[in-house]
């Protein structure tokens, strides 16, 4: 049996899915960024401290799978163990309606709250799946985090503000 065909098929789903993964990674670090606006209300810059140790935390694994930077097995658990964490506490951080004009979060966060906790728990669900063990394993559960926080903030999260110019 030749393996020069399987090994082909497999480097291009390999690639595809690699890509697949880059492509998500940059819409999720892109959409995190709250710069420079300006938040008064504790409330909201806690959420958005959330937010962004978790993008921290994406960016660790981005940049090691997409060999950036070499794999590093403490630094993929630290980065693992932060999400847990983080998204854990989601609900949390969400639970009093607060808003300001710079925040990104939508009021149906509220009321549909029910989904809201229900997305945070999958994201925070696979985080617990993510295997830091080895960078293949980091290819392999990385792409099911990226796409629940994704589906989170497609539902959830507004547009920048256009007075915003970051």
């Not at 799946?129 to 960078?135: C, H, M, Q, V």
């Not at 559960?141 to 110019?165: D, F």
């Amino acid at each position: 049996m030749n393996a020069a065909p399987l090994f082909s098929r497999l480097s291009r789903r390999l690639t595809g899915a690699f890509c697949a993964l880059c492509l998500g990674l940059f819409v999720l670090t892109s959409q995190l960024d709250a710069g420079s606006a300006i938040i008064t209300d504790r409330h909201v810059q806690s959420r958005i401290t959330l937010m962004t140790g978790q993008k921290a935390a994406l960016i660790t694994f981005s940049d090691m799978v997409a060999g950036r930077t070499p794999y590093n097995a403490a630094s993929a658990r630290a980065a693992r163990r932060a999400l847990i964490s983080a998204t854990g506490t989601i609900p949390k951080r969400f639970r009093k309606q607060r808003m300001e004009p710079n925040s990104h979060a939508r009021p149906e966060i509220w009321l549909q709250w029910t989904d809201f906790k229900q997305r945070a728990a999958t994201a925070r669900l696979m985080a617990k799946e993510i295997n830091s063990r080895s960078l293949t394993g980091l290819r392999r559960t990385i792409p099911p985090m990226i796409e629940a926080c994704h589906s989170c903030h497609e539902t959830y999260r507004g547009t920048q503000n256009r007075a915003i110019t970051h």
